[in-house]
């Protein structure tokens, strides 16, 4: 919220000056709650790390001990308490029965008043509207999402109309590098599949 609104305020022709008392809030040494710790999440906490970020995650599976000290992560058995607990909350789950609409007014109302809610996952791991009630009614204090359900979203849609989230249109990958390493890797799996050989990036192993 700060960098979009600070841009905004950057290139207005109605700015004159800046106002000294238009404060952020800060990372370091915030709690990043991150809920699911697959190889994508176990990246984002490297990198939060390296902020000084008390981490916790919640997961299907409890990770490596081993794992957790490398990035200093605390595991949560009930996603309950990350919530809770964090100041930022960030998804990296899969869409599956079970993820659809995991966050809900419920888990929405235990986040703190102060809360940033992340999602990088898929759209549908949000109950949309229970998110605009939120962000409207200022039961957490923002959001930001790289999806939505659908993409893009109707163009009349109230989470466009706040000024407590940013949306971006699905660009977590959008890369030159990134879109040619999974070029490769899709190639790499097509050339396996017709040698007879391992598939290196089998979603569902025999």
Partial sequence: MYLHSGCQIAVSPDTKHFAV????????????GIIGMGSIGYKVAQRARA???RILYHNRNRRRKEEEEAVDAHY???????LQQSDFVMLVVNLTPETHKLIGKKELG?????ATLINISRGAVIDQDALVEALQNKVIRAAALDVTYPEPLPRDHPLLKLNNIIITPHIGT???QATRMMAEEAIANMLAV????????????K
């Fill in 194 to 205: 017709l040698n007879g050989q391992p598939i290196p990036s089998e979603v569902f192993p």
């Fill in 51 to 53: 902020f000084d970020m």
């Fill in 110 to 114: 235990l986040m703190k008043p102060t």
């Fill in 174 to 176: 959008a890369t030159v």
């Fill in 76 to 82: 949560c058995e009930k996603m309950e308490d990350l």
């Fill in 21 to 32: 008392d238009w404060l952020g809030v800060e990372v370091t040494r915030a709690t990043l």
